[in-house]
């Protein structure tokens, strides 16, 4: 939070700067219309404003391309992340529908042991060979 207002201040001092320097170098080219002022007086002063000014618009510029360059990073490191999610999602959804079809094929086998028991055909209490291969095609899995 202070480093982002460290560098308002920062950025609106060099662009008073550079605005300021920029006015000051017309007020002092004007000032050779007044006879009173000698004309080097005002040329060396144009010159030094001149070059405030362009060395602080220079810095303006080059604060802009350091913005430019830091959000293009941030960008290109937002897509990777968003790359890296999708790529975890897509497993994570794929995994899911291979549980839901196992919890399917589950259920299926207990409705129709369900529905032997209920016609009579296997019994729980002793076991027929019927009931062990039921049971042995049941596959349980750890969950992740």
């Known amino acids: 939070m202070i480093s982002l207002l460290a560098a308002f201040i ?3 001092i060099d662009s008073l700067l550079a605005y300021g320097a ?3 170098a017309v007020l ?8 009173r002022t000698p004309k080097w007086l005002s ?9 405030v000014s362009a060395w602080y618009f220079s810095a303006l ?21 968003t790359a890296a999610h999708k790529v975890i999602s897509q497993q994570a959804n794929d995994s899911l529908l291979d549980r839901l079809r196992q919890v399917g094929a589950l259920e299926e ?5 369900e529905f032997e028991l209920q016609r009579g055909r296997i019994a729980t209490c002793p ?10 095609a049941l596959q349980f899995r750890e969950a992740l």
């Open 127 to 136: 076991s027929d060979p019927a009931y062990l291969e039921r049971m042995h």
């Open 10 to 12: 920062t950025t609106g």
């Open 43 to 51: 040329t060396y002063t144009t010159t030094a404003l001149l070059c």
């Open 22 to 24: 920029l006015a000051g």
């Open 61 to 81: 510029h080059h604060d802009r391309e350091a913005d430019i360059a830091q959000l293009r990073a941030d960008y290109k490191a937002l897509t990777r992340i």
């Open 28 to 35: 002092a080219f004007a000032a050779r219309l007044e006879p």
């Open 109 to 113: 086998k207990v409705r129709d042991y």
